[in-house]
């Protein structure tokens, strides 16, 4: 990983869920047995069809809200509200992390699919207050989700940020796309590579990464 190539970067841009805190964690687990119960209940579906939606929706539309809102006109903003109703009892702080990012140069941003609220409790269990310039979530882009291109400009136009002068940390490799091409160092936070054209770097450490680039 040549450092080099985040010499220029002003700009760091992190997603929120399984890239700020590990996998192991499994709050998604709880989110999506929170967004079965909202599909059953808005859609008046069994179990099963709302799991197949709330699927659907997510490889068809970018998120299950998206989905949710295109064809069923759903009400956003008590989805969000009940789907991050989750315990964050399985976080722990992180200070190394912490201080990797505040470490970095620059600004700092947390960009996320879900709710800003819900992102601003998760960075709190982290230990991470302090470390972030400002906290964007999906109400921020309108509702549009990333990837959509939309999502990316709204939020970026709101930050102002120069997405050649950026670089975006992130765990799903579709959400990585669209700021490839707008000129962001982009780098994948998973387990496992996900090889792809619009993805410059893997690490399965974001600490250690961020570790190396200073």
């Known amino acids: 990983m040549p450092k ?13 869920d399984n890239t700020l805190y590990p996998p192991q964690a499994r709050l998604f687990d709880q989110i999506e047995v929170r967004m079965t119960a909202y599909v059953m209940e808005a859609l008046g579906v069994a179990r099963a069809e709302a799991d197949r939606l709330r699927i659907k929706y997510w490889h068809e539309h970018g998120t299950t809200l998206a989905g949710l809102m295109r064809e069923h006109d759903v009400d956003p903003g008590p989805y969000l509200t009940h789907v991050h109703e989750i315990s964050l009892e399985g976080l722990d702080e992180d200070p190394e992390l912490g201080a990797r990012i505040a470490d970095l140069p620059g600004r700092k941003i947390v960009y996320t699919n879900g709710s800003a609220p819900y992102a601003e409790r998760v ?26 291109p939309a999502a990316f400009e709204a939020v970026f136009r709101r930050d102002g940020l120069n997405a050649s002068l950026a670089a975006m940390f992130e765990d799903d490799p ?41």
């Open 4 to 16: 080099q190539n985040f010499t220029h970067v002003s700009t760091w841009v992190f997603d929120l």
């Open 123 to 148: 960075i709190d269990r982290r230990g991470l207050n302090g470390c972030f310039d400002a906290v964007y979530g999906v109400e921020d882009a309108g509702f549009h989700p990333k990837p959509d």
């Open 174 to 214: 579709r959400n990585l796309a669209v700021p490839h091409v707008m000129g962001m160092r982009t780098v994948h936070v998973a387990p496992e590579p996900a090889p792809a054209d619009h993805i410059h770097h893997h690490t399965d450490d974001l600490s250690g990464f961020l570790a190396r680039l200073m």
